[in-house]
C-alpha cells in the first residue's frame, strides 16, 4: 500500500512525514519519533503506524513481456 498524502480523517498532510519516520522508527521509539514529527492526532499517529509497505510482495506478481 502506498501511504495516502493526507490523513483520511482530518486532512492533515502526512506522506511527507513518512520516509523519515520509516528510517528512525527501526532504531526508536515510534512514540517519540511521532511526538518529534509534529504528528500529535491519533487519526494522523494511526496512517502512520498502520502502514504496511506491500509494494516489494505485489510487484513479484507483475506480468513481465514475453
Same mark, same amino acid.
Given at each position: 500500500?502506498?501511504?495516502?498524502?493526507?490523513?483520511? =480523517?482530518? *486532512?492533515?498532510?502526512?506522506?511527507?512525514?513518512?520516509?523519515?519516520?520509516?528510517?528512525? &522508527?527501526?532504531?526508536?521509539?515510534?512514540?517519540?519519533?511521532?511526538? =518529534?514529527? *509534529?504528528?500529535?492526532?491519533?487519526?494522523?499517529?494511526?496512517?502512520?503506524?498502520?502502514? &504496511?509497505?506491500?509494494?516489494?510482495?505485489?510487484?513479484?506478481?507483475?506480468?513481465? *513481456?514475453?
Amino acid at each position: 500500500m502506498i501511504i495516502p498524502v493526507r490523513c483520511f =480523517s482530518c *486532512g492533515v498532510v502526512i506522506a511527507d512525514k513518512y520516509g523519515e519516520f520509516k528510517e528512525r &522508527v527501526v532504531k526508536e521509539n515510534p512514540q517519540k519519533v511521532l511526538d =518529534s514529527l *509534529g504528528i500529535h492526532r491519533y487519526c494522523c499517529r494511526r496512517m502512520l503506524l498502520s502502514q &504496511v509497505d506491500v509494494i516489494d510482495e505485489i510487484i513479484k506478481f507483475d506480468e513481465q *513481456g514475453p
